[in-house]
């Protein structure tokens, strides 16, 4: 399962670069969240809709230190994700700690919410 899931990750970091809403349409649940390493909490639907108008670009996404935690149905997966593109025409670059959860469904699995938090070494 472990495998399953940083295969799953790397296919969202592939289709985030490449602006590709169908495959991150799959991937995440109807009902998935992001929380903002600010707060704010963005729904599927506003995520696709920035991702599908252009307003938010990737240049890359990289995930390193991913460490998978499994429990049934339900896994954990945390890592370190630095991010390069823009926003609204704004260039920006990001290091993050990363927290996604997944639910296997009928045979597959969705990422049901994703926690970002900023990155800062001291």
């Known amino acids: 399962m472990e495998k399953e899931l940083l295969k799953l990750e790397n296919e969202f970091a ?10 991150l349409d799959r991937l995440l649940a109807d009902d998935w969240i992001i929380v903002e390493p600010d707060g704010s909490i963005i729904d599927k639907a506003r995520f696709l809709e920035v991702i599908r108008s252009g307003a938010l670009s990737h ?7 991913l460490k998978v935690r499994v429990y049934g149905n339900t896994a954990v997966v ?26 296997k469904q009928a045979e597959r699995w969705q990422c049901i919410f994703t926690q970002l938090t900023r990155f800062t070494k001291k």
């Open 78 to 103: 945390t890592g370190l994700t630095t991010s390069k593109g823009k926003f609204m025409g704004q260039d920006f670059t990001s290091c993050e700690c990363a927290t996604d959860i997944f639910v």
């Open 59 to 65: 240049e890359s996404m990289k995930s390193t230190d």
């Open 14 to 23: 592939r289709a985030v670069t490449s602006n590709n809403a169908d495959t």
